[in-house]
């Protein structure tokens, strides 16, 4: 099954990324904070090729963000 923590922050930042985009009924801003949240939860318990990957997703997290704020 996989690191479920891990799972749900890959799946807060795609619903972040929707929200973005405007394909989610959800504030842009509240997506990222629980992204940001479901990101470090996930980082403390996460092996060292996840936590390669929760970086990306921190990438892109923080790309929304300076998105949004334009």
């Known amino acids: ?13 795609m619903n972040a990324k929707q929200a973005a985009a ?5 504030d842009v801003n509240e997506a990222v904070a629980v992204a940001k949240n479901a990101l470090s939860s996930a980082y403390v318990h996460s092996n060292l090729a996840e936590k390669a990957q929760l970086r990306q997703l ?8 300076q998105s949004d704020a334009e």
Do not use: P, W, Y
């Open 22 to 26: 405007g394909q989610a009924d959800i």
């Open 1 to 13: 099954m996989g690191n479920r923590l891990f799972q749900e922050a890959r799946k807060a930042v």
């Open 58 to 65: 921190q990438e892109e997290l923080d790309q929304i963000k």
